[in-house]
């Protein structure tokens, strides 16, 4: 630090409030999101940006899950706007009013973006973006949230110590691993896989899959029998490799933890958020095991996307918690061998 004294502004109590808020109604807005592609209600709903021409259709069957969906995200959207607003009246520090307007300009891509979707009938490529960009206007909502909280102001005060590098570096790389998780799962909910791999905990009769045409005839004998419409092994793969990534991100979390505790086990702050982190994770297994053993139970298969949700805010927040609030370490956590 400068040996002159940086005085900074104090986080506007109603702002701080008000950030939350909209963190916790997206994590809302993704678990409906979830329901309507879990019940196949995509397209019960054929028209945009009106419902059957009205703003309020009759709520029954599918048309509950799509405009519900509908009137979530744009009461989202709405305080987003407002957010933003207040952002750029409020706040000094430009990068925070930067955050702001791009969590706008998301939410705006978003609602056109889900529009896309009816209009062309569900295209895989457009709903995966779809669903990649909701995870991350989420984070643009958990960074603006963290800006705006007393603990961040608090970090500001005090010369805090520069974290270990390399429990940056691992924490960094956890994120990165739960983003590209969430990328490859909406592949694979767009793309039909979510039971190309139907058994648990072996994969089409085998601990380790052989990805041979045994294993895909009998994984396609089981889909008949459940009225399901066959795969090919591409999606097969998808599913595989969706399993095996969770994986690494258990094995990767827990050798988090162990550092975390060796490291900083007096740190409350921490010690707390990489619990929570953990926990998250352990019930996302569960709940990825449930949903294949219930054949996507729908209200099981959302709870499974909003807690991947919550896993990457969990992982967010950690790195935001651990990462030094002055800037002037960054090269030294970029260039550090």
């Not at 709903?45 to 048309?63: A, E, K, N, R």
């Not at 009461?75 to 969590?103: D, M, P, S």
């Not at 960009?133 to 005090?158: D, G």
Request: hydrophobic share 55%.
């Amino acid at each position: 630090m400068n040996s002159r004294t940086v005085v900074y502004d104090p986080p506007s109590r109603g702002l701080s409030i008000f950030s939350k808020i909209i963190v916790c109604s997206t994590l809302f807005l993704i678990f409906v999101g979830a329901l309507v592609n879990s019940t196949g209600s995509g397209l019960a709903v054929p028209d945009w940006p009106l419902s059957y021409g009205t703003f309020f259709p009759p709520m029954v069957g599918g048309v509950f899950y799509e405009h519900s969906h509908r009137m979530v995200a744009a009461t989202v959207g709405f305080l987003t706007l407002i957010l933003a607003i207040w952002l750029g009246f409020r706040e000094k520090r430009k990068w925070v009013k930067n955050l702001g307007f791009c969590a706008l300009a998301a939410v705006i891509l978003q609602g056109v973006l889900g529009g896309i979707t009816v209009l062309f009938f569900l295209p895989p490529a457009i709903s995966i973006f779809h669903g990649v960009l909701a995870q991350t206007f989420f984070i643009l909502t958990i960074l603006i949230a963290y800006s705006q909280s007393q603990e961040h102001f608090f970090r500001k005060q005090i010369k805090e110590e520069l974290s270990s590098v390399c429990l940056i570096k691992l924490n960094f790389f956890l994120l990165i691993l739960i983003y590209c998780q969430l990328i490859l799962a909406a592949c694979m909910r767009h793309t039909h896989s979510g039971l190309a791999i139907p058994d648990f905990p072996t994969m089409g009769g085998y601990y380790w899959p052989p990805f041979n045409d045994a294993m895909l005839k009998t994984i396609n004998d089981w889909r008949f029998k459940m009225n399901l419409d066959p795969v090919l092994m591409w999606q097969v793969a998808v599913h595989f490799v969706h399993r095996l990534v969770a994986g690494i991100i258990a094995l990767t979390a827990f050798y988090l933890t162990f550092k975390t505790f060796k490291f900083y086990r007096t740190n409350k702050r921490l010690v707390h958020s990489i619990l929570i982190l953990d926990n998250f994770i352990v019930l996302q297994i569960l709940l990825g095991v449930l949903t294949v053993l219930s054949w996507k139970d729908p209200w099981i298969t959302s709870l499974h996307v909003v807690n991947g949700a919550a896993v990457l805010g969990a992982s967010v927040l950690f790195v935001l918690r651990i990462f030094p609030v002055n800037l002037q370490f960054f090269k030294q956590i970029i260039y550090e061998k």
